[in-house]
């Protein structure tokens, strides 16, 4: 005698199981994926040296034309400096119209270190580094090259995710030295230029208000931010599916999944560190 199951008998409640069970199974393939990816780390270390070379070569400076601008660390450059003018423009306008104009430096010290100059680096490191790192996966998955590593006996997570993800964690120490200079750069710029403060008034304010202590923890976040950024583009190229139309939705899933949990990262990190006190006091 045979037993039927219940969705057998109501396709609907099979539906709805699968409707309910395949966000958490997909959440449970991206665990496991990012777990295997960080444990092959030493690996990388002591077998592929040289494709690590390569691989934080070809992520700062940049690969064919990109080579031309300066690769990731021009681009980076450029937004924080863009981020930084902001801050000199809407600093300095919101402050002159209470009379304490004069506190523009510390709006430099105290939101490009904190927030501007981690989240616009997250943002640069997804568009740019880990999109083309998906890219890049997802064109050897569809080409069947990925399976070909397997075939040599090349451990192709360790090859091909890990790999990336030191070198993402590498190349962001350079390109966030970068970002926060050409964010003080532009806000100092822009505050003691174009509106012609006093630099004296400015850097009075920003030495006062710049706290090392603050760099050093915004330096930690974005190389957080910069592991989770790489182990989601790499997950989304290396599982990528349906020829070049699936690597182009891929990019896309991946860029948007990094963008949303880098910010909630950053923000988590954030209270975690200036939650109770923020460690801030007006005086000066």
């Not at 690996?43 to 990731?72: D, K, N, S, W």
């Not at 091909?160 to 350079?174: E, Q």
């Not at 532009?186 to 403060?197: D, E, K, L, P």
Request: net charge positive; aromatic share 12%; charged share 10%.
């Amino acid at each position: 005698m045979t037993v039927s199951r219940p969705h057998s008998q109501f396709p609907w409640l099979k539906s709805q199981f699968a409707r309910v069970a395949d966000p958490w199974n997909h959440i449970g393939t991206q665990t496991k994926f990012y777990g295997r990816t960080l444990r092959s780390v030493g690996y990388v270390f002591t077998h592929y040296g040289v494709e690590l070379i390569r691989i934080i070569a070809q992520m700062g400076l940049g690969a064919g034309a990109l080579i031309v601008i300066g690769g990731t660390v021009a681009i980076v450059g450029f937004l924080t400096v863009t981020t930084g003018a902001l801050v000199a423009v809407q600093g300095y306008s919101d402050f002159s119209e209470l009379g304490v104009e004069a506190l523009t430096g510390f709006v430099s010290a105290y939101f490009n270190v904190r927030l501007i100059a981690p989240a616009t680096t997250a943002i640069a490191l997804s568009a740019t580094i880990g999109a083309g790192a998906t890219a890049q996966l997802g064109a050897m998955r569809i080409n069947e090259e990925i399976d070909a590593l397997e075939v040599m006996g090349i451990r192709s997570i360790a090859f091909l995710a890990s790999s990336r993800v030191i070198a993402g964690f590498l190349v962001v120490i350079p390109l966030y030295c970068v970002g926060v200079l050409m964010a003080f750069w532009a806000a100092r710029f822009g505050t003691t230029v174009i509106y012609g403060q006093s630099t004296g008034v400015y850097d009075h304010y920003f030495k006062t208000f710049l706290n090392p202590t603050d760099l050093m923890w915004s330096f930690g976040q974005c190389i957080a931010l910069s592991v989770i950024i790489m182990l989601v583009h790499t997950y989304y190229g290396y599982t990528a599916r349906g020829g070049p139309a699936g690597v182009g939705e891929a990019v896309g899933r991946a860029v948007r999944t990094s963008l949303i949990v880098s910010a909630f990262v950053l923000v988590m990190l954030s209270l975690a560190v200036y939650g109770q006190s923020g460690n801030f006091n007006l005086a000066g």
